[in-house]
């Protein structure tokens, strides 16, 4: 061995023996030496992702210094920079929140005419209508909602709501809005709240409460289903009914139960977006709203028959 060879050789093997490293083999050391030497470089360590050989421990030449390997271990759990420099720590974890919010919420919108229908009725031939739409993202939505009927024997009334709906779980929502009713009589405007969702067995239900500023206060329930009898004919029955808590003349309306309908509804789906149907339904007014329709000669109760089409956009 040179000089400088052992010069350089003593301390490594010095340090190599407090580690429990063997040295590396050298061309100008002994037979004994690099047998030694042989069988402690084939021996191999799996650290994380990289197999490193014993010539690649720590302490070991130049690459093997203890602080550069420190270093690299630091810099193995260090999350990478932002490309670009687009990281904006300004931001603060609400902002941040919000941003995302925003990205995973996108702004949508809705109309459906559930029924746009001519009836065949006891009161003669009745144009119908109950349509909605809404605005606003898949948790919170801004709905208008009306449903009506005009005649040329009683003219038109309709219930027009508007309504803010807010996702309470999976299948219910909450909502909060205003309702005005026009038509026979003065106008009424209520303040409204309720619920709507899919019920077991996927029944839709909407149950209103109402409350007017001339303190009357009326509750709404409506439930609907969609029998698929194929993949494009579809049996809807639909089911409403409305309480007032006391009478309004004006409107000729009764105190407690009003009114209730049951409608059955065959239709076929050409599309999503388009299914005419038929149907046919039963209509009956209840208590004092039903004596003063009988005073005006309007029958009570009577059987209904529904030409109409859907439409979705």
């Known amino acids: 061995m040179s000089f400088w060879g052992a010069l350089v050789a003593g301390p490594a093997m010095a340090q190599m023996q407090m580690e429990g490293m063997a040295m590396p083999s050298s061309s100008s050391s002994s037979s004994s030496s690099s047998s030694s030497s042989s069988s402690s470089s084939s021996q191999s360590q799996v650290t994380g992702h990289a197999t490193i050989t014993a010539d690649q421990k720590p302490g070991v030449g130049a690459a093997g210094d203890p602080v550069a390997r420190r270093q690299q271990v630091a810099n193995d759990h260090v999350a990478p920079a932002d490309p670009g420099g687009m990281a904006d720590t300004s931001a603060t974890p609400g902002q941040a929140m919000g941003g995302m919010a925003m990205a995973d919420s996108p702004w949508l919108g809705m109309f459906l005419a559930n029924e746009l229908e001519w009836l065949g009725s006891p009161q003669g031939p009745q144009a119908a209508w109950d349509v909605e739409g809404w605005v606003g993202t898949p948790t919170q ?114 105190g407690g139960l009003s009114d209730a309908n049951l409608g059955l509804r065959l239709r076929y789906e050409f599309s999503r977006r388009l299914a005419p149907y038929v149907g046919v339904g039963w209509d009956q007014r209840f208590g004092a709203t039903a004596s003063w329709a009988d005073r005006q000669r309007v029958q009570v109760r009577g059987l209904e028959w529904m030409l109409g089409v859907r439409l979705w956009f």
């Not at 038109?156 to 779980?169: C, P």
């Not at 009713?181 to 309720?194: H, I, K, Q, S, V």
């Not at 409460?209 to 004919?233: H, N």
């Open 141 to 254: 939505r801004l709905w208008l909602e009306s449903e009506g009927s005009s005649s040329t024997r009683d003219g038109s009334s309709a219930r027009t709501e508007l309504l803010f709906d807010q996702a309470m779980s999976r299948f219910w929502d909450w909502r909060i809005g205003y309702r005005q009713d026009a038509g026979a009589g003065p106008g009424r405007g209520w303040l409204a709240g309720g619920v709507q969702g899919l019920a077991p067995y996927w029944f839709e239900i909407e149950a209103m409460a109402y409350v007017s500023p001339e303190g009357r206060a009326a509750l709404r329930f409506e439930a609907r289903y969609d029998l698929l009898l194929t993949q494009r004919l579809i049996l809807s029955p639909k089911f409403e009914t409305e309480v007032y808590s006391r009478a309004d003349p004006r409107r000729e309306l009764g």
